[in-house]
């Protein structure tokens, strides 16, 4: 018997697979690449749909994905926190 592909029920945000890939200064290649040392081919093309949220990933590229960003599955969920760009730079006055 066939085990079927589940697809994830979590709300997974693209646009947190995005923010958290940027960050590093990954290319959606160089993030494909990280995937399969990580355990599974994901093609660069399938990673730039999740990012655009035309589809997610079932749960297995799901942890995959978090795994080759370096965060943890839930960090992929829910809405993008309001958070500056420049949040890693020290306060005025400072430097």
Excluded at 7 to 36: D, I, M, V, Y
Excluded at 51 to 59: I, Q
Aim: hydrophobic fraction near 35%; aromatic fraction near 6%; glycine fraction near 8%.
């Amino acid at each position: 018997m066939a085990t079927a592909t589940r697809s994830l029920s979590l709300p997974f945000n693209g646009l947190r697979a995005r923010h958290f890939r940027e960050r590093q200064g990954l290319t959606l290649t160089q993030l494909a690449k990280r995937c399969e040392e990580a355990g599974l081919r994901i093609n660069h093309s399938t990673l730039s749909r999740y990012e655009a949220d035309h589809f997610g990933p079932t749960v297995t590229r799901f942890r995959v994905l978090a795994t080759a960003l370096g965060v943890e599955p839930e960090d992929l969920c829910g809405p993008l926190p309001d958070v500056p760009d420049d949040q890693d730079a020290a306060p005025s006055g400072t430097r």
